[in-house]
């Protein structure tokens, strides 16, 4: 059968549409039989049928690691997920992106990226900003018509926003790792706050990426877009194009 037959789509493991799922987390409680039984439970209550412990390991501080297996009954309707045109759409090239900054926009788009607050994980930000980019995507830096200035890690909103204002950035990129009791909601909220208190932040294309960063997250909290795990330089790159040519169109 074509994926593009099914609708409602469920986990696979020996059988199409089984529901087979693995499960790991972590109890707060001594390992054994009663930390196994909980997590069953646990299980149960998500939806998964028939749940089996594979694995427990006492980790110590009164903590059990658990890998448990099952069958979720549950499923999803393809026809219910609404995928922005970005996430799906045809990105072009480094020079091909070039070109059309050249032809459309006219002028360097500058580009300023960090990690923000607590945050030290500079992977991401960099993979994106760096000349030699990721996974042989060239990054910002390489590309002729931007200004790609990385202020790398652990750098606070205000330096941000005070960096936004010297060089009249058109886009901020700000990356988030560490998502701990939700850390990442604090750090993003509070550079918004502060955009906002300045009057620049209509004036700047907002992105946020990280591992743990949706669409939907990016918009609530009041960024452009924000991008997740797998994104290339060049989807950045063609996002920056297509918004400032839509600004540029509008006014």
């Not at 696979?12 to 799922?21: F, R, S």
């Not at 658990?66 to 499923?75: C, E, F, M």
């Not at 609530?220 to 790159?237: M, N, Q, R, Y």
């Amino acid at each position: 059968m074509k994926g593009k037959d099914i609708t409602a789509i469920k986990p696979y493991g020996d059988a199409l549409g089984d529901g087979a799922v693995q499960l790991s987390f972590t109890l707060p409680w001594v390992g054994g039989a009663a930390a196994e039984k909980a997590a069953q439970m646990l299980a149960a209550k998500m939806g998964i049928d028939d749940p089996f412990v594979t694995f427990s390991h006492d980790i110590g501080s009164n903590m059990t690691f658990i890998v448990l297996y099952g069958k979720t009954r549950h499923s999803v309707n393809i026809a219910d997920i609404d995928v922005a045109p970005e996430a799906s759409e045809r990105v072009p090239d480094m020079k091909t992106i070039d070109k059309l900054i050249e032809e459309h926009i006219g002028s360097t788009i500058v580009v300023i990226g960090a990690c923000i607050e607590s945050d030290a994980h500079t992977v991401g930000i960099d993979a994106i900003m760096n000349m030699k980019g990721y996974a042989g995507d060239y990054g910002l830096e390489r590309y002729k018509n931007f200004n790609a200035v990385n202020l790398g890690a652990q750098i606070s909103s205000e330096e941000v926003v005070k960096k936004i204002i010297e060089e009249k950035a058109d886009v901020v990129l700000i990356s988030q790792v560490v998502t701990q009791k939700n850390v990442h909601i604090k750090n993003l909220t509070r550079l918004v706050d502060l955009l906002e208190a300045e009057h620049i932040r209509d004036k700047v294309i907002l992105i946020v990426g990280g591992p743990r960063i949706t669409r939907e997250l990016a918009k609530e909290l009041g960024f452009d877009i924000g991008f997740g795990k797998e994104t290339l330089p060049s989807h950045v790159a063609y996002y920056i194009y297509k918004h400032m040519l839509q600004k540029k169109e509008q006014k």
